[in-house]
């Protein structure tokens, strides 16, 4: 172990926080997390009506497209400012942030103003969760630290069961504007709590903030999650010129960055020297092919349950507990193990988990059960594949945080956090944009083939068969994605140190 890795280990003792302080701590963080995990699904889940009562049904990908890509911006802009000023500043600012955005997209009058309001609460949820778990590696020891950030990122798969149904009783009982403004009274009291107790937390670095990469980071993900939304819902293609353009220039100005963060910046908003450490760099790019199975998973079940299988927002609900319970149990266990195994193992038994749950996700049809129970659980029919691949996920979350923190200098710990967040981010979105033009391209295909022989389409207008061999063809990519993800796993180093083992 380096001596650098050593100073980053005894950094927690420098905080002395009294224990029942730092509980209350993380109470805050945890609302935050939880606020903004929520945030997301219950506004997707009022999409239609906001859509609806803004007459505005164009402005549907703008709004999906707004958030995804200032939240991927936010993790590595705000977890950098973290290592720069005092994280407690940092974390009280992201908060208002998505405040401030949560009152003014409930007050906006047209699609356009929405958006505006969306892409300010995406930049200040994106930034929270990163700072906020870095604000955990500073104030608690690292056994400690394991645990708890296991049990804080599993709060993100309860909102995934949880969110729909908080944004289906909000539309149905209220307004669509209040998908925003419940976000006020949680918001309000995380910022009390940590205005109250949380210290100032001395910033590492003095060096001026990296504003050209800040710029540049955020023009060439604009420029890259742009064109392929609008590919899967304007249909656009390879060969438009919007696309090429649009593409050309983030990969232009991707490669700026790359030059401004190696080259000109003092003290990079991602330092590139990061990645010449092997581990961080595996954990990176697990965390990009983690982030899209999640996101593309998640989204695909929904589609299937509700346009293949007719399912109700019930059905929908109990078929996610079967991908969402595993996670937040894997999480917890993955935290609780970190002391006793090498990151590695963790990251290796996770992933090759979580590519064996896609084997019978490739065999869906219309007639696939939701789940079927044995004895007094349900473990088969479509959740099958669902609770391996969930907990498998949720049992490399601690590993990859943790290690990469282990892995980065003192002064990089929130942007070694925030790096790991964002690949997952930008994983997800971009593969999941992707998969989605596969996936209906695919359809398309074999519904004009099928519908020669005159199949017959359910309630939707959805030509079941050819939709479920359309979905199980992207379970096969993800399939293959799962794999490059173990791959990956196997590159990562260290453990704990056995002197905290012991303690």
């Known amino acids: ?42 506004v997707s889940t009022a999409m239609p009506a906001i859509v609806s009562a803004l007459h505005q049904p164009k402005g549907l990908p703008f709004l999906i497209d707004a958030y995804i890509t200032s939240s991927a911006v936010g993790m590595v802009i705000f977890g950098r400012l973290s290592d720069h000023y005092s994280k407690k500043s940092i974390l009280i600012i992201t908060l208002a942030i998505f405040i401030s955005g949560s009152i003014f997209a409930g007050m906006s009058q047209n699609i356009s103003q929405l958006i505006l309001f969306r892409a300010i609460q995406g930049l200040g949820a994106g930034g929270f969760l990163p700072v906020g778990l870095a604000v955990i590696a500073v104030i608690l020891p690292p056994k400690a630290r394991a645990r708890i950030t296991g049990i804080v990122t599993s709060f993100i798969g309860i909102a995934i069961v949880a969110g729909p149904e908080v944004g289906a009783y909000i539309v149905n009982s209220t307004s669509w504007r209040w998908v925003f403004y419940v976000n006020i009274p949680f918001g309000a009291l995380s910022m009390i709590i940590l205005i109250s107790i949380l210290g100032r937390l001395k910033p590492k670095l003095v060096e001026k903030f990296d504003t050209l990469g800040a710029i540049l980071l955020t023009v060439w993900v604009s420029l890259l999650i742009f064109p392929l939304v609008e590919m899967v819902y304007s249909g656009w293609n390879l060969s438009n010129p919007l696309t090429i353009i649009f593409l050309s220039f983030a990969l232009l100005s991707f490669f700026l960055f790359l030059y401004v963060e190696a080259r000109i910046a003092p003290a990079p908003l991602i330092p590139i020297r990061m990645f010449k450490r092997k581990t961080i760099t595996a954990d990176s790019f697990l965390s990009f092919f983690r982030g899209g199975v999640i996101f593309s998973l998640s ?51 996770g992933m090759v988990l979580m590519t064996l749950g896609f084997v019978p996700l490739m065999t869906i049809s219309p007639g696939t059960q939701p789940y079927i129970f044995f004895g007094p659980f349900p473990v088969f029919g479509l959740i099958e594949g669902l609770i391996p691949i969930g907990f498998g996920i949720g049992f490399t979350m601690s590993a990859t945080t943790i290690s990469a923190q282990y892995s980065a200098e003192p002064g990089d710990i929130g942007a070694s956090t925030s790096i790991v967040q964002f690949m997952g981010n930008i994983g997800g979105s971009v593969i999941l944009s992707t998969l989605t033009v596969f996936l209906y391209l695919k359809y398309k295909s074999l519904n004009s083939v099928s519908t020669i022989g005159s199949v017959k389409l359910n309630q939707y207008g959805i030509n079941g068969i050819a939709m479920s061999s359309a979905m199980s063809e992207s379970f096969f990519i993800l399939l293959i994605l799962s794999l490059v993800a173990v791959i990956c796993a196997f590159f990562i180093e260290g453990h704990l140190p056995v002197v905290l083992q012991k303690k």
Not at 4 to 25: F, M
């Open 299 to 349: 989204t695909f079940i929904a589609i299937f349950v509700t346009e293949v299988l007719v399912g109700t927002a019930d059905t929908l609900r109990d078929v996610l507990y079967g991908f969402v319970v595993p996670m937040v149990v894997g999480s917890i266990a993955g935290g609780m193990l970190l002391p006793k195994f090498s990151y590695r193992t963790l990251c290796v038994a």
């Open 1 to 42: 172990m380096t001596p650098q890795q050593n100073q980053n280990i005894t950094e927690s003792k420098k905080t002395d926080i009294p224990g029942h302080q730092s509980l209350l701590i993380l109470v805050g963080i945890v609302l935050g997390v939880l606020m903004g995990a929520l945030d997301n699904l219950i």
